[in-house]
């Protein structure tokens, strides 16, 4: 957390596509403020660690580059700027908030981003785990990243026969990053129980049909809940409704909403992991 539709909400609210992530202390009404086109000033560093490229230097470095696009690459924010990328992973507890200038750092805040029209972007992380790299080409970075689950290349026929090529419980492989870029615990969980499939079922037991019903619902999935600006479960990331729309994950020993059964929730790969029984039942299928 936060997951694909969390950070593609943070990437449009930079854009100036809403204004979740702005502060409230911006005149009510007011058009969010865009940070496409504008120049960064100067950052402050108040945690060395958070810079994860270059070694030396970043402060120096950054000054001046202009943000000519903000996206997304898997759970990755890219800011793709006038000379190289600005790159951010929020990883568990990260979040972007922009603030009017001149705000006194709040608690947590790790990098302040100061640009040259009246406000801050401040990357505020509590665990300290998120990082920042500063490269002239993010193409190293990303290199060992899967397809897009929205993307082109993600396609049916994909899924199918690169699940059948391997031999791994389904849930672990939809998160590992390697084969499927952003998807992440929630929406593994909810994807899974619209497709009928147990999460520990082996990815080379799962059918073409079956393989076609995931493909679906995981874009299905990510899509509402980018409609709905992500899933809040927390105090890290505020402000999405995905949450209120959730089948399974977070729902243990409450009834399932497809048949009534009792959701249950099991440990699949370290991972607290949400499942109707019912729906999605257990079977020879399963590795331990």
């Not at 950052?43 to 000054?63: L, M, Q, S, Y």
């Not at 409450?254 to 048949?259: I, K, Q, S, Y």
Request: proline fraction near 7%; include cysteine.
């Amino acid at each position: 957390m936060p997951e694909l539709p969390e950070v593609e909400t943070i990437a449009r609210s930079l854009r100036g596509d809403n204004a979740l992530r702005v502060d409230t202390a911006f005149r009510e009404g007011s058009a969010p403020p865009s940070i496409v086109g504008r120049s960064i000033r100067s950052a402050d560093v108040h945690w060395d660690r958070t810079i994860a490229a270059p070694e030396t230097g970043f402060r120096n470095k950054i000054a001046g580059r202009t943000v000519a696009s903000v996206g997304r690459r898997a759970k990755f924010l890219v800011l793709d700027l006038d000379e190289g990328a600005l790159i951010i992973h929020l990883r568990m507890s990260g979040d972007l908030l922009v603030r009017p200038a001149g705000e006194p750092p709040a608690p947590h805040d790790r990098v302040v981003f100061h640009f040259d029209d009246g406000f801050d972007l401040a990357f505020n992380d509590t665990r300290k785990f998120g990082r920042v790299w500063l490269l002239d080409d993010p193409a190293e970075l990303f290199a060992g990243l899967g397809p897009e689950p929205l993307g082109d290349e993600f396609t049916p026929d994909w899924l199918y026969k690169n699940l059948q090529t391997r031999n791994r419980q389904v849930k672990p492989l939809l998160l590992d990053q390697r084969f499927l870029a952003g998807v992440g615990n929630i929406y593994a969980d909810e994807s899974l129980h619209r497709a009928g499939i147990h999460p520990l079922r082996g990815s080379n037991t799962v059918g073409r049909e079956e393989a076609q019903a995931l493909w679906s619902h995981l874009r299905d999935v990510l899509r509402e809940s980018i409609r709905n600006n992500g899933a809040s479960i927390d105090w890290v990331y505020r402000g999405g409704e995905f949450q209120n729309t959730f089948r399974v994950y977070g729902r243990a020993g409450e009834p399932c909403p497809n048949c009534g059964g009792e959701i249950v929730k099991i440990v699949v790969g370290q991972r607290g992991t949400h499942v109707c029984p019912n729906c999605q039942p257990p079977d020879d299928r399963i590795q331990d």
